[in-house]
């Protein structure tokens, strides 16, 4: 799966991507979402979600850091927009996210610093135009 590389038109075909991502995480896997504010991370790990068959809507979890749901496996998503200093996420105690059975999904990757797994799943978003969004893993 890596090098690949989606242009989507719509949200919903962003969390179709989503949901093809999901079918190549196994449990344990750590997936950062790179890209600007509004360059469709939530609505990809959306999908991802989807895929993993969790099956309650997904909000962004930004004032809380990281949301748990059950599908056919555990998942974590986090986002870390507003983690100013890494050492916030040891008071959170990120262990279990990023080294536990669970699939975490992470926004703002870049802000976990040097407590960022090192081989964690790469996506990258970009934004093209109103509705046009480049995703590449
Ligand atoms: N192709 C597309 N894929 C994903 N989102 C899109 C697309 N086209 C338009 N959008 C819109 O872009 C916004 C992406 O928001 P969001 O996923 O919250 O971004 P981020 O989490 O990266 O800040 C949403 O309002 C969504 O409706
Ligand atoms: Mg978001």
Redesign the pocket.
Known sequence: MSGKIWK????E??RRVGEEIARALSPGRVVG?F???????????QGICRGLGVEVPVT?PSFVLVQEYQGTVRVYHM?LYRVEDFRELEEIGYEEYFYGDGVCIV?WPERAGPLWPEDALWVR?R?LG????EIRI
């Open positions: 989507t038109r719509d949200p075909e962003t979402l890209g600007d504010l509004g360059s469709g991370k939530t609505v990809l790990a962004s986002d926004e978003l934004r109103i509705w046009e969004r």
